[in-house]
């Protein structure tokens, strides 16, 4: 699976990608991560060129009026254009997905990313900022809007991570242990591990019963009567 990320603050990523099983996968190269500054896709102006470290602006102020500034679409659009023209110099069929980050989108969850890591081999994420990024460049793309929860934050840079993270663990060889996709498992919401006793401040908190059994029907059993979500 290879990622494609576009955003102005790749740097965001550094910690976050190469740490723990992200790191591994992409060491193993299971996954790869790939990206695209739309900066970098900006000449500067005439009196820019004068300066060493020119700054390459991508927003402006939004037609209708309002605060803050809106990314535009052509500098999005040419990254996108960059990330598309990789993906059709990689080896093997390529099916591609192009995503937004947007509150009001599909919502990601476990299904979601079972089918992305299924279907697709390459996924381009664009991370917006500000006040978010011209409409035109996500009609052009056609991507899909995606929402991690029903929350506003000021970046899609956490959203890709979400996404990264979730679809990563459904691709073969990334956990290791198939046993490892705790979704069915671990979603009861409650896991405990030694000591069998916890002794904290004057009080002992005991580790459930049933799962000291080695009953694994009465453990399962217990275990969905607990499970949220997934």
Not at 36 to 46: D, I
Request: glycine share 8%; net charge positive.
């Amino acid at each position: 699976m290879h990622f494609h990320i576009i955003t102005l603050f790749p740097s965001m990523f550094d910690s976050y990608l190469n740490e723990s099983i992200l790191a591994r996968a992409k060491k193993e190269k299971i996954i790869y991560f790939h990206f695209y500054n739309p900066r970098a896709f900006v000449k500067p102006t005439a009196n820019q060129k004068k300066n060493d470290k020119p700054y390459l602006r991508v927003d402006d102020k939004a037609y209708g009026g309002g605060p803050g500034m809106v990314i535009q679409a052509l500098p999005v659009l040419l990254a996108a254009e960059s990330a598309l023209k990789k993906i059709s110099k990689l080896k093997g069929k390529r099916k591609t997905k192009v995503i937004f980050f947007e509150p009001s989108g599909t919502k990601l969850d476990t299904a979601y990313a079972k089918q992305s890591a299924k279907k697709y081999t390459d996924i381009i994420m664009i991370c917006g900022r500000y006040e978010g990024i011209d409409a035109r460049a996500k009609k052009i793309l056609k991507a899909e809007g995606i929402s991690i929860g029903d929350y506003v934050l000021t970046g899609g840079e956490i959203p890709a991570m979400a996404v990264i993270d979730t679809v990563s663990r459904q691709l073969k060889g990334v956990l290791g242990d198939i046993a490892s996709l705790e979704e069915m498992r671990a979603s009861s919401g409650e896991m405990y591990t030694r000591p069998e006793v916890l002794e904290y401040k004057g009080k002992k908190h005991k580790v459930p019963k049933v799962l000291l059994s080695g009953n694994h029907k009465l453990i399962d059993e217990w275990r969905d009567s607990n499970r949220k979500g997934l």
